[in-house]
Nanobody
Framework: QVQLVESGGGLVQAGGSLRLSCAAS????????MGWFRQAPGKEREFVAA????????YYADSVKGRFTISRDNTKNTMYLQMNSLKPEDTAKYYC????????????????WGQGTQVTVSS
């Protein structure tokens, strides 16, 4: 099992940047594919980005491609989401998630979740 804790959210103006972190417990972090999801009030949780266990493969939602970068440091048991050129529509609670083996883009595919960190982008 793995426990996940997100950090790094906050309030930022449109066009600004934030870096989210997801710290994982457990010695098996490197065996999990990881993903970021977000959920805005009144909306369903949506996929943002995912990364393979090694970090060699990444995948992004079209809405964030070219602006967000997912990465991980298996020596630190931590995953990151660098968010640049933020837009008001990026406002949401951001969650990190983990699943064994390959990554997926559906929240149903992920077994482990953090509590989320709020990102608010003002116009």
């Amino acid at each position: 099992q793995v426990q996940l804790v997100e950090s790094g959210g906050g309030l930022v103006q449109a066009g600004g940047s934030l870096r989210l972190s997801c710290a994982a417990s457990g010695r098996t972090f490197r065996s999990y594919a990881m993903g970021w999801f977000r959920q805005a009030p009144g909306k369903e949780r949506e996929f943002v980005a995912a990364i393979s266990w090694s970090g060699s493969s990444t995948y992004y939602a079209d809405s964030v491609k070219g602006r967000f970068t997912i990465s991980r440091d298996n020596t630190k048991n931590t995953m990151y989401l660098q968010m640049n050129s933020l837009k008001p529509e990026d406002t949401a609670k951001y969650y990190c998630a983990a699943r064994p083996t390959t990554f997926g883009t559906s929240s149903d595919e992920y077994a482990y979740w953090g509590q989320g960190t709020q990102v608010t982008v003002s116009s």
